[in-house]
Each structure stands twice: as structure tokens, then as C-alpha cells.
């Protein structure tokens, strides 16, 4: 895996495996790769996000 992105914020799960959006997804552009359509994440990055956003959703018992 050597596409990678910080995000502000996890992206949906099902979010494009190149910039993390969801349907509709139409042509996006990105740095290094261009413009591109949908593609699926791989189940890697699925639970990657899933497990990032619950983790953005739990505070920090500190
Ligand atoms: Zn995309």
C-alpha cells in the first residue's frame, strides 16, 4: 500500500480506497494519480477506518 492520506476526519468505510470519498463519488482528482472514479476499498482499509472512527467517536479517558 503506497497511496496514503492523512484525513482531518476517518472516511466512511466505504469511501473510495484512492481519496476516501463515498457515492457519488463522480471524477476526483488527486495529486500523483489524477483523476479517477470509485474504486472499493480493500477490507484492509475498511476495518482501517471503522476501527479509526470509532476511535475518533470514543473520548480519551484521561
Ligand atoms: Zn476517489
Do not use: I
Amino acid at each position: 500500500m503506497t497511496a496514503r492520506v492523512r484525513y482531518h476526519q476517518a472516511p466512511s468505510p466505504d469511501g473510495c480506497r484512492w481519496c476516501g470519498f463515498a457515492n457519488p463519488h463522480g471524477l476526483q482528482y488527486l495529486p500523483g494519480k489524477g483523476g479517477h472514479q470509485w474504486e472499493p476499498p480493500t477490507d484492509a482499509q475498511r476495518l482501517a477506518r471503522m476501527r479509526a472512527r470509532r476511535a475518533a467517536r470514543t473520548p480519551k479517558e484521561t
